[in-house]
């Protein structure tokens, strides 16, 4: 069974840095694309970033380039987003998600969601 | 960027009704698309992916078509399990972009 288990998030100043973890197991976590959404009331699913099986490749949506890192540890099962400079407009629910293939493909699983909230 | 406008934003219906949910993507993106569910404090769920394949435990009362611009996904005969908001999401070209959705409710 896919299980991707989030941790991290929380309560960050404005500017401060958050680290999201996302645990994956039942699958070969090498052998597949990892990425992040995120989702707020206001805008709804929106894609954050994403990295390739062999974290070769990573790609960020414009809103967070620059000052978000994605990264994985294929030994231990995980991925990450560093989310350094956090502005208001970050604030809201963080999925990690699998995708169906190493390089692309569609959202076939997703983590269960951690709240980051930015607030001073 | 591509956007995917759904259609209708809510749709209320009553169980044993057919529900019809639309996206209209920007550009052509082939086969491309993929929908979810997403039931309240829940995180999305796989329905159909690559416009007309069921994912693994999806029932078959649950229909994807289209291709290009215009997609649908179908519902025949609505069961309690299925009021939930639906999500669009095409992966055909960076940055990957969802509609903002279709709450289907119960009337």
């Known amino acids: 069974e896919v299980q991707l288990l989030q941790s991290g998030g929380g309560l960050a100043q404005p500017g401060g840095s958050l680290r999201l973890s996302c645990a994956a197991s039942?699958?070969?976590?090498?052998?597949?694309?990892m990425i992040w959404v995120r989702q707020t009331p206001e805008k709804g699913l929106e894609w954050v970033s994403a990295?390739?099986?062999?974290?070769?490749?990573?790609y960020y949506a414009d809103s967070v380039e620059g000052h978000f890192t994605i990264s994985r540890d294929n030994s231990r099962n995980t991925v990450f987003l560093q989310m350094n400079s956090l502005r208001a407009e970050d604030a809201a629910v963080y999925y990690c998600?699998?995708?169906?293939?190493?390089?692309?493909?569609?959202?076939?699983?997703w983590g269960q969601g951690t709240l980051v909230t930015v607030s001073s | 960027e591509i956007v995917l406008t759904q259609s209708p934003a809510t749709l209320s219906l009553s169980p044993g009704e057919r529900a019809t949910l639309f996206c209209r993507v920007s550009?052509?993106?082939?086969?491309?698309l993929s929908w979810y569910q997403q039931r309240p404090g829940q995180a999305p769920r796989l329905v159909i992916y690559?416009?007309?394949n069921r994912a693994s435990g999806t029932p078959a009362r649950f229909r994807g078509s289209g291709s290009g611009t215009d997609f649908t996904l179908t519902i025949s005969s609505l069961q309690p399990e299925d009021f939930a908001v639906y999500y669009c999401?095409?992966?055909?070209?960076?940055?990957?972009?969802f509609g903002q959705g279709t709450r289907l409710e119960i009337k």
């Open positions: 998600a699998k995708r169906s293939s190493v390089a692309s493909g569609w959202i076939d699983y």
């Open positions: 039942g699958f070969t976590f090498a052998n597949f694309a």
């Open positions: 990295i390739t099986g062999g974290g070769d490749r990573t």
């Open positions: 550009q052509n993106i082939g086969g491309a």
């Open positions: 690559d416009s007309v």
């Open positions: 999401y095409q992966r055909h070209a960076w940055p990957l972009t």
